[in-house]
């Protein structure tokens, strides 16, 4: 699939924007309750720091057509890992929501939020116990925000209704701060490709990354939290 330059222009705008993010205290206070794993310092760490997309990251268009309107885009993220890492979730959001807003536009918001509940539910009926990981791929905030309610609301139900299965999460801690569900997370296979190549030790590194993970958050926060 390609983006056309309306949605690569777009794109680096947005991405020039996420030098303006700010976390507030308002969700430091909310991050201290919610995630006691999250370390007093982590969280000075986290309430002063800020992307700076204009020295990390680099954006190109590669046209593949003659009339130059589509192409593929190379994207290349460079710097230190503790000032990078943060920006795989919002750059791959935004590229998704660049392709569904200019390219792939025969869609729109009307009955997701049915459609969400109505899975939901079935799922749940069925016992199934799951989490919601929409972010990466969502086509844009107000079509996550809308099934993660749908959600919520077949939740809600479910357990009115005695079904076994329950949404367990969303891994998107603004949702979760938002509708009063659990933050929940996966470790990334990123924490074990640094162990490995900083150790230089590849066969060990998964044991040796589980180890400083237990080191740093001590016994009973799971990788998956």
């Not at 890992?81 to 920006?87: E, G, K, S, V």
């Amino acid at each position: 699939m390609h983006l056309n330059r309306s949605a690569f222009e777009w794109l680096q705008d947005q991405i020039n924007r996420l030098g303006n993010i700010v976390v507030t205290a308002h969700e430091i206070n909310y991050l201290s309750k919610t995630c006691p794993y999250l370390t007093p310092e982590f969280l000075i760490f986290l309430k002063t720091f800020r992307l700076q997309p204009e020295t990390h990251v680099k954006l190109e268009f590669k046209p593949v057509t003659d009339g130059n309107e589509a192409g593929d885009i190379e994207l290349t993220v460079s710097g230190r890992w503790l000032d990078t890492i943060l920006y795989e979730i919002p750059l791959l959001a935004l590229i998704s929501e660049s392709y569904f807003k200019f390219c792939d536009t025969d869609w729109d918001h009307a009955g997701q939020q049915e459609r969400a509940k109505d899975k939901g539910l079935k799922l749940m009926e069925a016992g199934c116990v799951f989490s919601e990981f929409g972010s990466r791929r969502r086509r844009d905030y107000h079509t996550h925000q809308v099934v993660v309610q749908g959600l919520v609301d077949a939740n809600k139900e479910a357990q009115e209704r005695g079904y076994s299965g329950k949404l367990s999460g969303t891994s998107n801690v603004h949702f979760a701060m938002k509708y009063g569900i659990t933050p929940v997370g996966t470790v990334a296979h990123e924490w074990f490709m640094g162990i490995a190549a900083i150790t230089n030790d590849y066969k060990m590194a998964n044991e040796k990354a589980l180890q400083y993970w237990i080191g740093t958050f001590g016994r009973g926060v799971s990788p998956g939290f």
